[in-house]
T-cell receptor, first 114, second 112 residues
Framework: DQQVKQNSPSLSVQEGRISILNCDYT??????FLWYKKYPAEGPTFLIS?????DKNEDGRFTVFLNKSAKHLSLHIVPSQPGDSAVYFC?????????????FGKGTHLIIQP | SAVISQKPSRDICQRGTSLTIQCQVD?????MFWYRQQPGQSLTLIAT?????????ESGFVIDKFPISRPNLTFSTLTVSNMSPEDSSIYLC?????????FGPGTRLTVL
């Protein structure tokens, strides 16, 4: 049973507009959530994270929102740029992002159209 | 963050053979992890490798198939033993620093 779900395999967004990537989880024990970006033939690159005690975390063009009651989080990228085209993975942990293994979603392929 | 390298970057192997993947970090870290990404799938945790103790394996992964070494705080190896085509995947190591994990570039393994 998949504990972290990214229901949109792909998303196409115009350059300069907002990209919103969604992620749902089922395990109530998850207390830390991370987003990674992955280009082909490279390892995942850490983007941004959020602890379960917060509902928003912002870093430059990237903002992550967490709705614990709905077990839902989203990553907002604004404005979207061509270099943002990649696969984005949502990941979750029960023991902090660095001390415990991560459970990943299947990823969303974001395509930024010029 | 951390700079992580993996060797080899890719390999093509015959079934029944074994391959050892190396993971090197540019700083001392306590927590290291090994993941697998099968074609079209997400990343799946294989095991947690702690220095000075045996690796902790996730459900569905066993030490005989995926033996792991962690001789010091900057290095780990994962061996894929007695390979079959189903082992064709990208294998990635990661390190835990504070509340974040940083990943190596991955090893793309193809088993014929």
């Amino acid at each position: 049973d998949q504990q972290v779900k990214q229901n949109s395999p792909s998303l196409s967004v115009q350059e300069g507009r907002i990209s919103i990537l969604n992620c749902d989880y089922t395990n109530s024990m998850f207390d830390y959530f991370l987003w990674y970006k992955k280009y082909p033939a490279e390892g995942p690159t850490f983007l941004i994270s959020i602890s379960s005690i917060k509902d928003k975390n912002e870093d430059g063009r990237f903002t992550v929102f967490l709705n614990k009651s709905a077990k839902h989080l989203s990553l907002h990228i604004v404005p979207s740029q061509p270099g943002d085209s990649a696969v984005y993975f949502c990941a979750a942990s029960e023991g902090g992002g660095g001390a415990d293994g991560l459970t990943f979603g299947k990823g969303t392929h974001l395509i930024i159209q010029p | 963050s951390a700079v992580i390298s993996q060797k080899p970057s890719r390999d093509i192997c015959q079934r029944g053979t074994s391959l050892t993947i190396q993971c090197q970090v540019d700083s001392q870290v306590t927590m290291m992890f090994w993941y697998r990404q099968q074609p079209g799938q997400s990343l799946t945790l294989i095991a947690t490798a702690n220095q000075g103790s045996e690796a902790t394996y996730e459900s569905g992964f066993v030490i005989d198939k995926f033996p792991i070494s962690r001789p010091n705080l900057t290095f780990s190896t994962l061996t894929v033993s007695n390979m079959s085509p189903e082992d064709s995947s990208i294998y990635l190591c990661s390190v835990g620093l504070a509340d974040t994990q940083y990943f190596g570039p991955g090893t793309r393994l193809t088993v014929l």
